[in-house]
């Protein structure tokens, strides 16, 4: 199996010796071998790795988040690949929409002075979201990022029976309609703050759950249009008193 040193593969990838080495302390990327004189040896399998990485970086994810994909138990890089195209193609999407937006607005500069048709305002920022772009990268990283909490939900849920599955989709109606009741006592009442308690037993009834992935979560239900059409079915705007109420409920925990 042909190997590369890392001057070979820092050239071939356009990256720095010096970030070859910093992947290698952070445990981002590790060379296949090491010699006996220390140089670092590069395979196919680190070349591939790279090349996610690399991907990754170029579509905004953090080296933290990046390690986390890479390391899943079931990460396919195959479907990586897959995420990678879809997400390019969306900024190939949005690039196509801004050029198209520069274009109308030339134009409408150029006829300023005439009596053409000028550009509508509200057109002046067409194609500068980058709401769908961010929404698709947001599940890749709920994809990969939480795979052993997947494991743990699949492996407790295969051991309930169906009327524990079914006592729980009761019990998690009845707690929805009961902070959609409260919400009127503001996300820190004692009222609130034990039914997030609640909440809060209900998500480790199927994984482990740190504070600091709770937090994530509460966001998650708000950024993620499936969630907030769950909950705010409830009652309006419970989704955001829903992730505002469980970041009291962490901040409250993570001072005992």
Not at 195 to 204: E, F, N, S, T, V
Request: aromatic share 10%.
């Amino acid at each position: 199996m042909k190997t590369y040193t890392v001057k070979q593969v820092a050239d071939m990838a356009g990256v720095t010796v010096r970030t070859l080495h910093f992947y290698d302390e952070i445990g981002l990327l590790n060379p296949g071998a090491v010699r006996p004189n220390g140089y670092r040896e590069y395979g196919e399998k680190e070349l591939i790795r790279l090349q996610q990485i690399m991907f990754f970086r170029e579509l905004d994810f953090e080296l933290d988040e990046i390690r986390k994909i890479l390391d899943a138990p079931d990460f396919d890089v195959r479907q990586a690949l897959r995420d990678q195209r879809k997400l390019i193609e969306l900024r190939r999407k949005r690039l196509g929409g801004l050029l198209k937006t520069i274009d109308r607005t030339i134009i409408s500069l150029a006829n300023k002075t005439s009596k053409k048709k000028k550009m509508e305002d509200d057109k002046l920022y067409n194609s500068f979201s980058t709401d769908e772009v961010d929404q698709y990268a947001e599940e890749v990283k709920r994809r990969w990022g939480h795979t052993e909490a997947y494991k743990q939900s699949t492996a407790r849920v295969a051991k309930m029976s169906k009327g524990d599955l079914a006592a729980i989709k009761r019990e998690t109606e009845e707690l929805n309609q009961a902070l959609a009741k409260a919400m009127d006592q503001g996300t820190e009442s004692s009222e609130v703050q034990a039914l997030i308690a609640k909440h809060y037993a209900g998500i480790r009834r199927f994984y482990d759950c740190p504070m600091a992935m709770y937090r994530n979560l509460g966001k998650m239900y708000v950024d993620d249009p499936r969630f907030t059409a769950t909950y705010d079915k409830y009652r309006p705007g419970l989704v955001v008193f829903m992730r505002d109420a469980i970041a009291h409920f962490c901040d409250t925990q993570e001072k005992k």
